[in-house]
């Protein structure tokens, strides 16, 4: 009976010494993780503005009698064809996972990069926020594929 013990207690020590291996292991990779989408949203901060965004969404509103201090993207606007039209996404107010994934993936936000071109589609910050954002979550996407 005694052996039958200490067999059963080295399973369960091993199974326990496994398991707290196992979350080390995965704790010590989320905090890295964690740490290098940080590292993009502190890009992202250093070459997305808002307020950039912002202006944009002011020149192109729909009824430019609106007070520059309260446009939102809830806004109507003039396309290229000059139809009235609205925005698909709405920025969340705080700067939450969502605001930063909404601004690298969805081309409204284009306007607020700092190299967003007058002519042309090269949109270079755009891009090197993306794929820092795909090296920070080991290819499991946040945004959507490269811009060209």
Known sequence: MKKFSNITMLVVLSVVLAVTNLLCCHRSKDSKNKQSILECYKFADDHWSEEE?????????YNREIDYAIVSDTFPYRDAQGNKTY?????????????YEMIGKYDQFRFGWDDFPEEGLQQKRRNEYLDCLDRATKNKRVSPTRVE
């Open 53 to 61: 965004y912002k202006y944009w969404l002011w020149d192109s509103v």
């Open 87 to 99: 925005h698909s996404h709405h920025l969340p107010d705080k700067k939450i996972d969502q605001y």
